[in-house]
């Protein structure tokens, strides 16, 4: 009796609730209502579902890397960084290609293990460089390559990741040691850039995604391909035997690399500065082209990598090389012009 009284006041007190509602806002209301909490609901949904930065249709990596997404992403979300899958299929790509049984070049004997290894020795290495104040993402990609003790290092010297402290530290690792393409012989003190021409930022992020754009990350690894054999000369990279030989000035690098990505630019820093449009520098993302107050406004030009700092070019002093923004000379002659191109 006493339960049956129960589901009585409850009938009907549910009835009065329901004729208030009607009464009160109208079917068009009590429609808005269910409507306003299917969106929410739905939108919890989305903001409870873990970002693994997936952008398939513009992977700017190989199929034999893409097939091991799945165990990535796996394995990303067992060490605690689901957001860093695209990253570390970066990583596989210049490690590997996605090719062989070691595929992060850590050790293993198979894929799988090679995976496990490499994910949690990135997990690490990222978790540790948040302490940084700069270049978080680059500290940690960096730190793959060179080893744990390179964060520590770069933070004590600038906060975190640059272009310079790399090259210190590969300098006092190598004991001075260099190669004949000018590098130190320590690891890959370009690993960063190595790395993120597979990549590009957010827009008003600073964490990256998978290139959206093709032809900047070709752009790029075809300009790379004359780091350390090249020379700069004034007039240069504008016929068959200059560019067989490596002969360019900054902007007919710059033509040649775009050229290679099917872009077709100027040739000279005159032609570059009017393609596409002026962005300010906190909108500069790679691709980007910047200019620098040289021998005349605007007579230097390189290819923003999409880094910390680092830019593409070819200078006088080095021929094709990635160069450092916090470097002082570089600083000094940079006086904001940044252009995007458009295609």
Not at 224 to 241: A, D, L, M, Q, W
Not at 257 to 265: D, E, I, K, L, Y
Request: proline share 3%.
């Amino acid at each position: 009796m006493a339960s049956q009284a129960v589901t009585a006041v409850k009938k009907t007190v549910t009835r009065k609730w329901l004729f208030w509602l009607l009464g009160g806002v109208g079917v068009s209301g009590v429609l808005i209502i269910l409507v306003l909490l299917a969106l929410i609901v739905m939108l919890a949904g989305i903001l409870s579902s873990p970002d693994t930065g997936s952008t398939d249709g513009t992977l700017n990596v190989s199929p034999d890397v893409l097939r091991y997404k799945s165990l990535v992403e796996q394995y990303c979300k067992a060490n605690g960084i689901p957001d860093q899958v695209n990253v570390i299929l970066a990583i596989m790509m210049q490690e590997s290609g996605g090719d062989g049984n070691d595929v992060m070049q850590d050790g293993a004997k198979d894929p799988t293990d090679s995976i496990i290894n490499g994910v949690k020795e990135y997990a690490r290495d990222y978790q540790a460089a948040q302490k940084a104040s700069q270049n978080r993402l680059e500290t940690a990609i960096q730190a793959y390559n060179f080893g744990y003790g390179f964060i520590d290092y770069t933070i004590s010297q600038s906060g975190g990741y640059s272009k310079s402290t790399a090259i210190a530290f590969a300098g006092i690792h190598s004991q001075g040691k260099m190669r004949s393409n000018g590098t130190y012989a320590y690891g890959d003190q370009d690993y960063v850039p190595h790395v993120e021409r597979y990549l590009v930022p957010t827009a008003g992020q600073g964490s990256p995604i998978l290139a959206s754009s093709p032809q900047v990350a070709a752009a790029i690894a075809a300009g790379e391909k004359y780091i350390g054999h090249s020379t700069y000369v004034f007039g240069g990279g504008r016929n068959p035997s200059d560019i067989a030989a490596g002969r360019f000035d900054c902007s007919s690098f710059v033509h040649y690399a775009f050229a290679q990505a099917g872009v077709n630019v100027g040739w000279t820093t005159d032609e570059l500065v009017k393609e596409g449009h002026r962005v300010s520098f906190s909108q500069i993302r790679a691709g980007d082209l910047i200019f620098f107050d040289t021998y005349e406004t605007n007579g230097h030009v390189g290819i923003w990598m999409g880094n910390g700092d680092g830019f593409l070019n070819c200078n006088d002093s080095h021929g094709v090389t990635i160069s450092s923004l916090s470097n002082s000379y570089w600083k000094s002659h940079f006086k904001g012009v940044v252009v995007q191109l458009t295609q």
